[in-house]
């Protein structure tokens, strides 16, 4: 499916989807290189929410530029195809072989802010992701390892020890925990 029919299938749930959906839209219609890195203002991006068979634990990595534990995901870099850009975010960010998608559609869609950084040795200015989230599920005991570029530990986490571990408050509060409510529908 084509990433703006995508964001304009997606049904919000909340007000915060409500609005951030109809920026997604303009942005994508007013923006031709929105799939591209090359666009100062915004870039639009996919994320995992991996989720234990039992829905009682979350798979995070330790994300280095963040400096706290986070969900996994990256940049379009020009794919259209969000959910197998999660997927392909998902399996090099944490190693997993065969994690089950349980969703073809995203089950969220947010826009976040990142602040100025550096990354391999460069200044990254402030900007925008326009992210669609989503939902994998994995075997606690798969094989993981570290993609040491960009994280420095992947770890699964009880629900309660990830919102106590993630050190992005608004991230586990508005979007995390949000998460976790629809995972346990599917």
């Known amino acids: 499916m084509d990433f703006r029919e995508t964001i304009n299938n997606y049904a919000p749930r909340c007000e915060q989807e409500e609005k951030d959906k109809g920026f997604f839209l303009r942005f994508i219609d007013a923006n031709p290189d929105c799939l591209l890195r090359s666009n100062d203002f915004a870039h639009v991006t996919a994320s995992s929410w991996v989720v234990s068979p039992d829905r009682e634990k979350v798979l995070m990595v330790y994300h280095n530029i963040y400096d706290s534990w986070s969900w996994t995901g990256g940049h379009a870099d020009g794919e259209s195809d969000l959910a197998a850009l999660a997927l392909r975010e998902l399996t090099e960010e944490t190693g997993l072989s065969s994690p089950r998608l349980l969703s073809p559609t995203p089950v969220s869609i947010e826009i976040l802010t990142v602040d100025g950084h550096m990354k391999r ?66």
């Open 121 to 186: 040795g460069e200044y990254v200015h402030s900007h925008l992701h326009l992210n669609a989230t989503y939902l994998f599920e994995a075997d606690e005991d798969a094989f993981t390892k570290i993609k040491e570029d960009e994280n420095s530990g992947v770890s699964w986490f009880a629900l309660d020890d990830m919102f106590n571990a993630v050190s992005e408050k608004w991230m586990a509060e508005n979007i995390y925990k949000k998460l976790c409510l629809r995972a346990k529908e599917y």
